[in-house]
């Protein structure tokens, strides 16, 4: 079960115009063509990018193996001279980096790491062990595939400290299923990794956060059980709201399952007093906002009015 004792929250420093941006491959490898094309988006924004060992290894289908990844992540903490880091794909394989990390080195150099997907595994656990605030938000291979401009600029604005609330009514596909209003810290990431979380060792406290959660290439059946594990848990059960993100790729299957994801959600959900909002781009679509973990928010879940506003800035400005 997790613990009530959590270190204190350490802040990154912000990423500014021409800051420097660490690029690391903790999970699978990439094609170096496609990370290089990812890359000169970066460069043509104004940053200069620093390149680790990962980038350039390749052990079956990891970016070679947990050890290299390790240590090449601790040595784009520890240099001074980056500003924030940013994770190459996700994929499968980062919780063999999480388990060989130096925590203490993170905490004494805190920084901006941000990444998603199989990357959640790391934000969590970076998050939970050292107290830093990580970023749930787009990575290199993301850039490759087309950020569309309005993420782009969320993201810089995030990292920067200059945004502090989201709209996510005005965005397209975001659906009210329960009103309300809520404040607490924002936790959450891919849904399959927070499942397999439960009841081990990495388990988060759920406790009064708004979780949010999101996940790609799920089955409806297996959506199912995954929100009905996590209420059978008790991971539901207090807390303050609820966002899910854009499941996307939903597979088709050969006897129709017979609900609706919103179908999905309510029900895991039943009884629960909270606000709901489901399709918020903040996983595997072109469009993904950038979450800060841990960071206390307001959810403000109304017809006609959705947003999140940070309740302090994210990063030291």
Sequence with gaps: MPSDHSPSRIKPHALFDSGTIGIISPSKWAEPEKMERAGHVLEEAGYKLIWSETTQAREHQFAGPPELRA???ERLFADPDIHAIFCVRGGYGAFRVGDILDYALIQANPKIFMGFS????LLLTITQRTGLVTFHGPMLHTFFNGLDPLSFEQLLGVLSGRQQSIDLGAIPGVNLLKAGVARGDLWGGNLFLITIRTGTISQFDTRRKILFLEDVNEPLHKLETMFQHLRRSGQLDDIAGLIVGEISDIPEEEVPFGQTLEDIILEACQGLDI??????PC???TSILTFPLSLPVELQARTGQITLEFLEPPVEV
């Design 71 to 73: 240590k090449e992540l």
């Design 275 to 280: 606000p709901i909002v489901s399709g918020v």
């Design 118 to 121: 199989d990357i959640t595994t």
């Design 283 to 285: 996983g595997h679509g």
